[in-house]
């Protein structure tokens, strides 16, 4: 029986030497499909005005980061700093992506540092690219559309907020409203009475965060309340494609922020009907000539203006009522009582 023993690694390791595990199935079928397409030529034509020709450290490369992202969203890794660390630790991933051996994955700051380099609208086109390609392949149906929005932390902390008025911090706020009410050096103790004691407390109007304008108050689900964003998706429930996201203000209820989402998917079906007829006019067509005919959502998104919208847009939706205390639900009895309504 052998013993595990500390040792120095070699200097120097022939390629040929190093570890070189079975690529990841899906992975390198998905590589497969991209180069078919010719993603990396795109993507580097859609990105080419940000970065600069002859100066300038070497940056992140467009068809690595965007294959990041993607696998960030396959693996379900919500931050950077994970996404990273997965590359860095997986050689399959680090094949996927296009990492050589003899090179380090990038890390956080760097994938950072290229996200915040290009613009909402080429990730919008990229993103418009990679729908095409689900149409081309038959998963993109466009009739029956699922819509749910989920709360993201963001980025900044609660504390570091400031008056929108003014610019105070929130210690400096509470030190003001215990100065008025008699205490001229106020304790943490003092500022802590102080502050349970207000009433309404966080409101999105008066304060923002200095280092995250977009970040909204939000309870979370688990009861805490943090700055958030809110993404919203709406999903081809036939095949489980997404067709559009909107990023919407965290504090904002489902009912207020569904128009936006449904329209943009709404856009983006229309905009596939157009591409498929111009490409194959003669071949029988793969997504919805009508377009969203039906929309799927939970109880949140249940309110009698939403439901109106609905009908007038000519749109069947299936969202269960919300229950109300005092009153029975007879579901199924009647289309309207069980939350389904129906725009024809």
């Not at 991933?93 to 051996?101: A, K, P, T």
């Not at 996200?115 to 390609?133: C, G, N, P």
């Not at 269960?320 to 009647?334: I, L, M, S, T, V």
């Amino acid at each position: 029986m052998g013993t595990r023993r500390e040792h120095q690694e070699e200097l120097w390791i022939p390629t040929c030497s190093l570890a070189r595990p079975a690529g990841h199935p899906f992975y390198q079928r998905l590589n497969q499909l991209l180069a078919e397409h010719d993603f990396d030529r795109f993507v580097e034509g859609q990105c080419q005005r940000f970065y600069a020709a002859v100066r300038g450290r070497p940056g992140l490369a467009p068809g690595i980061y965007f294959r990041l992202l993607l696998v960030g969203y396959f693996e379900g890794i919500d931050s950077e700093r994970g996404i990273a660390w997965r590359a860095g630790d997986s050689l399959s991933i680090r094949e996927f992506v296009g990492i050589r051996m003899n090179e380090e994955a990038p890390d956080h700051t760097t994938i950072s540092r290229t996200r915040r380099l290009i613009d909402v609208e080429t990730h919008q086109q990229v993103f418009a690219w990679v729908l095409e390609r689900l149409a081309e392949a038959g998963l993109v149906k466009g009739k029956r559309i699922g819509i749910d929005a989920t709360a993201l932390e963001a980025n900044a902390a609660l504390r570091s907020i400031v008056r929108r008025d003014n610019g105070d911090s929130y210690e400096e706020f509470l030190k003001g409203l215990a100065r008025q009410s008699g205490i001229e050096t106020p304790t943490r103790e003092d500022l802590g009475r102080v502050d349970r004691k207000r009433k309404k407390k966080g409101s999105n109007r008066e304060w923002v965060n200095p280092h995250d304008p977009d970040a909204r108050i939000t309870k979370m689900k688990d009861g805490r309340t943090h700055l958030a964003h809110k993404a919203e998706h709406a999903v081809d429930m036939d095949t489980g494609a997404v067709v559009a996201v909107t990023l919407q203000e965290a504090h904002l209820g489902d009912t207020t922020t569904v128009k936006e989402t449904l329209a943009e998917a709404g856009t983006a079906v229309a905009e596939l009907i157009e591409r498929e007829a111009e490409a194959q006019p003669l071949e029988k067509p793969q997504v919805n000539l009508g377009g969203i005919e039906e929309v799927v959502a939970d109880k949140g998104y249940h309110s009698g203006p939403t439901l109106q919208q609905m009908q007038a847009a000519g749109v069947r939706t299936y969202i269960p009522e919300k229950k109300q205390a005092g009153k029975r639900h007879w579901e199924g009895a009647c289309p309207a009582k069980a939350g389904v309504f129906s725009g024809r």
